[in-house]
T-cell receptor, first 116, second 110 residues
Framework: DTGVSQNPRHKITKRGQNVTFRCDPISEHNRLYWYRQTLGQGPEFLTYFQNEAQLEKSRLLSDRFSAERPKGSFSTLEIQRTEQGDSAMYLC??????????????FGPGTRLTVL | SQQGEEDPQALSIQEGENATMNCSYKTSINNLQWYRQNSGRGLVHLILIRSNEREKHSGRLRVTLDTSKKSSSLLITASRAADTASYFCATRDSSYKLIFGSGTRLLVRP
């Protein structure tokens, strides 16, 4: 399978607990992105990495959120002290940078988080 | 916040008919991309059009881009029941993040 994979696919947690999601990008892709999508809306950008460097973070990414890509391959997104408003689909995407900037982003299936 | 708006928000057509969705955006872009999302699933990349292109085709898909009006349209010809999904436009500016619209929910009736 050469697509983007995400684990777990579903996560149910109680308010106040910490959760961690994992994303494995397409192997030759150097950019990795995290988005969040709530019901009936388009995805909203959270953060992105080029190799292991985190280059941009959205204001949506409060201090309870942290993302890492330690070796420039897989990435983790951790949410501390979860709140009910964190319930959403968390999507990961990856792309390969090329000249001209026409780098399509390929998305994983997402992790659906439900905070009770 | 969302970059732009898709129009219409929802569209219901008969199989075999053409479906047209429009997208408007607010800022200068490097490229614009269209994605499809089936219920509760990840997004599938359909087509990318660069800011210096005006029209692009891929199979039954035709995308146009008018940068002076900051708008794009996606045409699906000869629709099939399997085309039922939500369709999103997404713009990329000088950074690499995508900014998505709110989507058009397409229902193709068999």
């Amino acid at each position: 399978d050469t697509g983007v994979s995400q684990n777990p696919r579903h996560k149910i947690t109680k308010r106040g607990q910490n959760v961690t999601f994992r994303c494995d990008p397409i192997s030759e892709h150097n950019r990795l992105y995290w988005y969040r999508q709530t019901l009936g809306q388009g995805p909203e950008f959270l953060t992105y990495f080029q190799n292991e460097a985190q280059l941009e973070k959205s204001r949506l990414l409060s201090d309870r959120f942290s993302a890492e890509r330690p070796k420039g391959s897989f990435s983790t997104l951790e949410i501390q002290r979860t709140e009910q408003g964190d319930s959403a689909m968390y999507l990961c995407a990856s792309s390969y940078s090329r000249s001209g900037g026409a780098d399509e982003q390929f998305f994983g299936p997402g992790t659906r988080l439900t905070v009770l | 916040s969302q970059q732009g708006e898709e129009d219409p928000q929802a569209l219901s057509i008969q199989e075999g008919e053409n479906a047209t969705m429009n997208c408007s955006y607010k800022t200068s872009i490097n490229n614009l991309q269209w994605y499809r999302q089936n219920s509760g699933r990840g997004l599938v990349h359909l087509i990318l059009i660069r800011s210096n292109e005006r029209e692009k085709h891929s199979g039954r898909l035709r995308v146009t881009l008018d940068t002076s009006k900051k708008s794009s349209s996606l045409l699906i010809t000869a629709s099939r029941a399997a085309d039922t999904a939500s369709y999103f436009c997404a713009t990329r500016d000088s950074s690499y993040k995508l900014i998505f619209g709110s989507g058009t929910r397409l229902l193709v009736r068999p």
